[in-house]
């Protein structure tokens, strides 16, 4: 049987959890995402390399239109975490497509420094993964992160992913060092190793 294209793929560009409006970044949210990543970049700079550089309003606002673009093409399906009301970015997350014949797709995910501990990444993903299981079809998400890492694994092990191993020596730190990897994964429910998705997504 033929894939259908993922770009004549229609669904949803947002949807809820119980506190987040989860969407699809838009032209003119640079500047928002500029001030939640400059609240959070320490943190950020420890894990992730596209922090490394100095930001501003305008890498900020580029991501927000490339990202628009690769959500429309399904190139990439980046996602922005604001509370339910608009009024404040809490974070940004994403699926990543790995293999659409599959489909297999890939949860990444930073929490604004405001925020963090409070439970939003997990009920973000949570979130994401069901939306990626109606509307997507997927058989199979998978998160990792640095070993090292030890609130992203929380995040992932509380979203109901399994940790199915760890790579040695699988990619270069941002300081370029050699890291080990943690690989979460999560089925869809009926499938072998799976969870049923704790926090279901509202209707847009």
Not at 11 to 25: G, S, V, Y
Request: hydrophobic share 40%; aromatic share 10%; with cysteine.
């Amino acid at each position: 049987m033929m894939m259908t294209p993922p770009i004549l793929l229609d669904f949803p560009d947002h949807f809820e959890t119980d506190r987040l409006l989860i969407r699809a970044p838009r032209p003119g949210d640079g500047a928002a995402v500029h001030e939640a990543v400059c609240e959070t970049l320490d943190a950020l700079r420890q894990w992730l390399p596209w922090a490394l550089p100095e930001p501003s309003v305008a890498i900020s606002e580029e991501f927000a239109r490339r990202g628009a673009a690769n959500f429309i093409t399904r190139d990439d399906l980046p996602l922005l975490l604001w509370l339910r009301d608009g009024s404040m970015l809490v974070g940004a997350s994403g699926l990543h497509p790995r293999d659409w014949t599959v489909p297999w797709f890939e949860i990444g995910y930073w929490c604004r420094a405001r925020f963090e501990g409070q439970g939003y990444i997990s009920e973000a993903v949570r979130g994401i993964s069901q939306f990626a299981f109606e509307y997507l079809s997927a058989r199979r998400l998978e998160i990792r992160c640095d070993a090292r890492n030890e609130r992203s694994a929380r995040a992932a092990e509380r979203a109901g992913f399994q940790l199915e191993g760890r790579l040695h020596s699988h990619m270069l730190d941002t300081r370029g060092y050699l890291r080990d990897s943690l690989v979460f994964a999560y089925l869809p429910a009926g499938e072998e190793n799976s969870s049923p998705v704790a926090e279901g997504r509202r209707q847009p």
